[in-house]
């Protein structure tokens, strides 16, 4: 069974950088997407930003130019790094396995099966 | 588009049958997926696909989708399903991640 297990830093300063990451265990790295979301105080999920084994990766335009994901396949682990964060980026983060199969001629997408336990990052001066 | 649209909040009597729905111009291309989150607790997946359920989601939850709108339909309501539903999807372009705003599911 897989399972999710992330950590990081949950208590920043106005404009350091936010750190996390998520370990994969009891599963294959590759041939999934590994994505990262948040969800603030009493709101919604909001989509950070995705990576795939190889590294390649998709970000929310409204956080692109702060973020930063990487992989370790030694270590089936992903990363997430925001950087000049604020108060607005106080929320629970999220990190999920999320199931994608494409090619030049189709698009499926099958949504984020397996998620972390979440961690709390609260931005205070 | 970018926007998947939910309405904020339903409720349903015990044992009845209540449906959600999601609209989004993206979801006359891609599938929706819908979690259910509790208060404290990460998402779980519950619909994917077509009306595919994960193991261990009982089938009294199903989906279905008609142009840009997708529903999740939960037949037989039961009181631990009292919680938050989000739909998902990916955006027109596919390059990027979209999530509803929520749908608060009340059991009375």
């Known amino acids: 069974q897989v399972q999710l297990q992330q950590w990081g830093a949950g208590l920043l300063k106005p404009s350091e950088t936010l750190s996390l990451t998520c370990a994969v265990y009891g599963g294959s790295f590759s041939g999934y997407y590994w994505s990262w979301i948040r969800q603030p105080p009493g709101k919604g999920l909001e989509w950070i930003g995705e990576?795939?084994?190889?590294?390649?990766?998709n970000y929310n335009p409204s956080l692109k130019s702060r973020v930063t994901t990487s992989v370790d396949t030694s270590k089936n682990q992903f990363s997430l790094k925001l950087s000049s964060v604020t108060a607005a980026d106080t929320a629970v983060y999220y990190c999920?396995?999320?199931?994608?199969?494409?090619?030049?001629?189709?698009?499926?997408?099958?949504?984020?099966?397996?998620w972390g336990q979440g961690t709390t990052v609260t931005v205070s001066s | 588009s970018s926007e998947l649209t939910q309405d904020p909040a339903v409720s349903v009597a015990l044992g009845q049958t209540v449906r959600i729905t999601c609209q989004g111009d993206?979801?006359?291309?891609?599938?929706a997926s819908w979690y259910q989150q509790k208060p404290g607790q990460a998402p779980v997946l519950v619909i994917y696909g077509k009306n595919k359920r994960p193991s261990g989601i009982p089938d009294r939850f199903s989906g279905s989708s008609s142009g840009n709108t997708a529903s999740l339909t939960i037949t037989g309501a039961q009181a631990e399903d009292e919680a938050d539903y989000y739909c998902?999807?990916?955006?027109?372009?596919?390059?990027?991640?979209?999530f509803g705003g929520g749908t608060k599911l009340t059991v009375l």
């Open positions: 999920a396995r999320l199931r994608r199969e494409h090619n030049w001629n189709y698009d499926y997408y099958y949504g984020m099966d397996v």
């Open positions: 998902n999807s990916r955006d027109s372009s596919g390059n990027h991640v979209v």
């Open positions: 993206s979801l006359r291309s891609y599938y």
């Open positions: 990576i795939n084994h190889s590294g390649s990766t």
